[in-house]
C-alpha cells in the first residue's frame, strides 16, 4: 500500500494514531488536500482499513506499524516514509492516551505509561523527523489538549503530559525560529472519539468506568481535523477548538479558582480530547 516511486510533487504528511478518532480524520482530511500521507498507529490492521479508502482516491498512502514509546520504532517508520514518499512536510504527533482515578489512588506507573505515549511518543517521532522537516522547512503539528492549559482532576498524568507537550514544542519553536520550522499545538475539549473508552484505571488495567465527556454535543474529529487544517495553513501557533476550549484557555487564566470549581463540577469522573 504504498507508492513504487517516491512522491516529489505532493506535500507529505505523516500522522501518529492514525487508525482512528482525530487521527483517521485528519489523514482523510489532508489527503482531501492533496497530500501524500503516512499512517503510524501501532494497530497496523486498523490503520490498513484507514488507509484503504484513502489509496482508492488515488492518493499516495503509507500504512505502517509504529509503537511510539519506541525510539527504534519511529526511526525505522520515518526512513520507511522519506525512502518510499521522499521526504516529510509535515508530522502530526497525534498518538496519545488517557487514564482516570485522583492521584492517591493511582499507580506511578500508569502516569509513566501516559507520559511515555503522549510526551515520549511525541519527542521520538520528531527527533526522527526532523532533520527531513528542516530540508523542506516543515511544520510539525503537536494534538494537545485543553488540559495542557487548564487542570483536568483525575487525570493528572494526562494533564502532566500535554502540559510537557507545550514546554517542549514552544521552546522547539525558539531554537528553530531561523530555520523555518513551523510548530502548531492544537488544545481541543470535547471531541468524540474513543480515546475515553480506553481510559486506563488507576492501576494500570482499563477503566471499568471508562472516561467519557459530560457534553450532551461533543465536536467531531472531522471539525477539528478541518480547522487543524486551516490553522496550519495560516501558520497558527495555538489553536484552541471548539469555543468551549477558547473559554476554558481564558477562564483559567483571568478567573483560576471559578474554573476549578466549573471543571470539577463539569469533567469529574469524564475526559477530554
Known amino acids: 500500500m504504498a507508492p513504487e516511486t517516491p512522491t516529489t510533487?505532493?506535500?507529505?504528511?505523516?500522522?501518529t494514531g492514525a487508525a482512528g478518532g482525530i487521527g483517521t480524520a485528519l489523514a482523510q482530511r489532508f489527503a482531501r488536500e492533496g497530500a501524500a500521507v503516512a499512517l503510524l498507529d501501532r494497530d497496523e490492521e486498523s490503520t490498513r482499513q484507514v488507509a484503504k479508502p484513502i489509496e482508492a482516491t488515488g492518493v499516495p498512502v503509507l500504512a505502517l506499524r509504529c509503537d511510539v514509546?519506541?525510539?527504534?520504532?519511529?526511526?525505522?517508520?520515518?526512513?520507511r516514509v522519506i525512502e518510499v514518499?521522499?521526504?516529510?512536510?509535515v508530522l502530526v504527533n497525534n498518538a496519545g492516551i488517557t487514564h482516570l482515578g485522583a492521584f492517591h489512588e493511582t499507580?506511578?506507573?500508569?502516569?509513566?505509561?501516559?507520559m511515555d505515549v503522549n510526551f515520549f511518543g511525541a519527542v521520538h517521532c520528531t527527533k526522527a523527523a526532523l532533520a527531513a522537516l528542516l530540508e523542506r522547512r516543515g511544520q510539525v503539528i503537536v494534538t494537545s489538549s485543553v488540559a495542557g492549559i487548564a487542570p483536568l482532576a483525575t487525570r493528572t498524568g494526562y494533564s502532566a503530559?500535554?502540559?510537557?507537550?507545550?514546554?517542549?514544542?514552544d521552546s522547539l519553536r525558539a531554537e528553530h525560529r531561523d530555520d523555518g520550522l513551523r510548530v502548531l499545538l492544537v488544545c481541543?475539549?470535547?471531541?468524540?472519539?474513543?480515546?475515553?473508552?480506553?481510559?486506563?484505571?488507576?492501576?494500570?488495567?482499563?477503566?471499568p468506568a471508562g472516561a467519557r465527556s459530560g457534553v450532551r454535543r461533543p465536536a467531531s474529529p472531522q471539525a477539528l481535523a478541518d480547522a487543524v487544517v486551516r490553522a496550519a495553513e495560516r501558520n497558527k501557533r495555538l489553536?484552541?477548538?471548539p469555543r468551549e476550549a477558547v473559554l476554558s484557555y481564558w477562564v483559567a487564566r483571568l478567573v483560576p479558582r471559578l474554573y476549578e470549581r466549573l471543571m470539577i463540577r463539569r469533567t469529574l469522573g469524564s475526559s477530554t480530547r
Open 161 to 169: 503530559s500535554k502540559y510537557a507537550l507545550h514546554g517542549f514544542f
Open 239 to 241: 489553536l484552541l477548538f
Open 9 to 15: 510533487d505532493r506535500k507529505v504528511v505523516v500522522i
Open 85 to 89: 514518499l521522499g521526504g516529510i512536510d
Open 69 to 79: 514509546t519506541s525510539q527504534a520504532d519511529c526511526t525505522a517508520a520515518i526512513e
Open 107 to 114: 499507580d506511578v506507573d500508569v502516569l509513566r505509561r501516559v
Open 188 to 207: 481541543p475539549s470535547f471531541i468524540d472519539t474513543p480515546i475515553g473508552d480506553h481510559a486506563l484505571g488507576p492501576h494500570g488495567d482499563q477503566s
